[in-house]
C-alpha cells in the first residue's frame, strides 16, 4: 500500500507535502575521498552505475559526490546557525538543487547556496555528470584531440579545452602536495598490490591550421591498490634502465606489481626483490601472468584524480 501512495504521488493523484531534506544522502553512508580510492574499478565503461550517463538528469550525480565527500553533504547556514535544507530550483540548468535556510526564508531574507559551493564544481555551468565522463575521457586518452573529445561528449570545443586545463592544474597542484608529505614514502609489502603505468601528458597539437609546440614529458605512476598512496615521477624516458631502479627503490620485497605489456617491464619479475607480476592485456581486458591467465577487475583511471 505503501508503494501505491508513493506512486500515486509521483502522478499526481495525491497531494503530500514534501518533507525538509537537510542531507544529500544518509550521514552514515558518507564514506569520504578514502572510500572513491577504495573502489575495485572506477572508468568511463562502468561511471554509469554511479552517476547514469552524461545526459542524466537525475540527482545520481550529486549523490556520488555527497558520498565521496566531493561536495557537502550537509550545509549551515552562514547567517544563522540553522541547518540548511535541500530544496528543488528549476530556474538552474544543471543540478536543479540548492541549500536554503528556512529561518532566514521566514524573515523574508532567502539565503541559498548551490550544492556544489566550496568545491572544484562551484561555478561550472555543466552538470556532474558532464564533467566527470570528461575527466574519464581525459584520463584514459591523455592525446586524445580536443575535436574528437568534443564530438564523443557532445560538448562545446571551447568547454573541453577549459576543463582539461583546469584538470591539469589540479592533478599537478596534488601531485606536488602528495609529494611533499613523505619523500621516503614506500609503497606495497607481502600481500599488498601496485599497479604501475606510464603516460605521455603533453604532445604536440594543432589547432586552427597552426601547430603548438609543447615538449612531451612522460609521467611513470604507481599506486598501492586500497589505499590513497601513489608516487609519481617526470621521466625523460619509459625504458627499462628508467623505470626498474624506480620500482625497486619505493615499491617494498614481496609486492604484487600490476602493469599492462609494455616490454620494459619485462624485468620487474628478475629483480631480486622478489616481486610477483602480473600484467593487463588492455584488448582482452584480463590479468595474465606467463603460466596462467585470470580475470580481474581492471584498474581504475578515475581513482588517481
Known sequence: MKWILLLLCCFGFVTTKPRQKFEIVPQQNVEGVDGLLSLESLNSHNLHHHIGQIDDSSTKGMEFLAKYGLIENTRTCGYCPTPMSLVRDTALKSDFYVWRCAGCKKDQSTKKL???????????????????????????????????????????????????????????????????????????????????????????KYNRGKMLTRRQV????????????VIMFRVPKRDSATLLPIIHKYVLPGTTIVSDGWRAYGGIGRMQSGYHHLFVNHKTISWIQPTEAFTLKPSRPLGVF
Not at 145 to 159: F, G, I, W
Not at 218 to 229: A, D, L, P, Q, Y
Open 114 to 204: 548551490t550544492v556544489k559551493a566550496g568545491s572544484f564544481f562551484e561555478g561550472l555551468h555543466l552538470s556532474v555528470q558532464q564533467v566527470l565522463y570528461a575527466a574519464a575521457d581525459w584520463l584514459e586518452n591523455p592525446s586524445k584531440p580536443v575535436l574528437d573529445a568534443s564530438r564523443d561528449l557532445k560538448m562545446d570545443k571551447n568547454t573541453i579545452v577549459k576543463l582539461q586545463e583546469w584538470f591539469r592544474q589540479m592533478t599537478k597542484q596534488w601531485f606536488y602536495r602528495e609529494g611533499s608529505r613523505d619523500p621516503n614514502m614506500k609503497l606495497g609489502g607481502r600481500n599488498k598490490i601496485v599497479e604501475i603505468d606510464e603516460t605521455l601528458m603533453y604532445r604536440a
Open 218 to 229: 612522460w609521467v611513470f605512476g604507481m599506486i598501492e591498490r586500497g589505499t590513497s598512496k
